[in-house]
T-cell receptor
Framework: SQQGEEDPQALSIQEGENATMNCSYK?????LQWYRQNSGRGLVHLIL?????REKHSGRLRVTLDTSKKSSSLLITASRAADTASYFC???????????FGAGTRLAVHP | GAVVSQHPSWVICKSGTSVKIECRSL??????MFWYRQFPKQSLMLMAT?????????EQGVEKDKFLINHASLTLSTLTVTSAHPEDSSFYIC????????????????FGAGSRLTVL
């Protein structure tokens, strides 16, 4: 099952610009995470935000969480060509804290 | 850092044969592992939660007799696609949750690089 939607589905920007991706989910969560996937590869964890947190930063990444709207956003500042990848949000819930992934945003950063 | 090895990275098989994919945590123990399936340009769909020493928990709509999961030890889980058919062709990804999470926290999973299955 998928948790929700991400938008945009695809995003194309120039190097140096900021990239914003949004994620919505349906059920109550313990935490929300963002992962990155290069084409045909596994996923790399980027950042985790707990349900009682509203904003978190890690390097060029900024994540917000609005539990009342069941939504989150990921901002990548000063993007680089190497940021080109698919980005997925994932929500953790239940006893096993299993991760359910959103649809993903394919980001292309052009030099 | 935590590393998960997934093998094979790609496999081609004939229709009707069975294929086994291994997911191994190299430098940590993981009582719980997860198996996902991903179609091209789509998201990851959780197939099942694998627990060492007990039966796997399958998500709704996933055939447990079709996708056999065995979590034989604290570092190894296997997914066997039985009697594979072309519609089983997909990218299968495993992930593991460290039993001793350290600084990253218990909620962060480490993913394998994935296994691409093509059934002819």
């Amino acid at each position: 099952s998928q948790q929700g939607e991400e938008d945009p589905q695809a995003l194309s920007i120039q190097e140096g610009e900021n990239a914003t991706m949004n994620c919505s989910y349906k059920t109550s969560i313990n935490n929300l995470q963002w992962y990155r996937q290069n084409s045909g590869r596994g996923l790399v964890h980027l950042i985790l935000i707990r349900s009682n947190e509203r904003e978190k930063h890690s390097g060029r990444l900024r994540v917000t969480l609005d539990t009342s709207k069941k939504s989150s956003s990921l901002l990548i500042t000063a993007s680089r060509a190497a940021d080109t990848a698919s980005y997925f949000c994932a929500t953790a819930s239940g006893g096993y804290n299993k991760l359910i992934f959103g649809a993903g945003t394919r980001l292309a950063v052009h030099p | 850092g935590a590393v998960v090895s997934q093998h094979p990275s790609w496999v081609i098989c004939k229709s009707g044969t069975s294929v086994k994919i291994e997911c191994r945590s190299l430098d940590f123990q993981a009582t719980t592992m997860f198996w996902y399936r991903q179609f091209p340009k789509q998201s990851l769909m959780l197939m099942a939660t694998s627990n060492e020493g007990s039966k796997a928990t399958y998500e709704q709509g996933v055939e447990k007799d079709k996708f056999l999961i065995n979590h034989a030890s604290l570092t190894l889980s296997t997914l066997t696609v039985t009697s594979a058919h072309p519609e089983d062709s997909s990218f299968y990804i495993c992930s593991a949750r460290p039993d001793s999470p350290g600084l990253s926290g218990a909620n962060v999973l480490t993913f394998g690089a994935g296994s691409r299955l093509t059934v002819l």
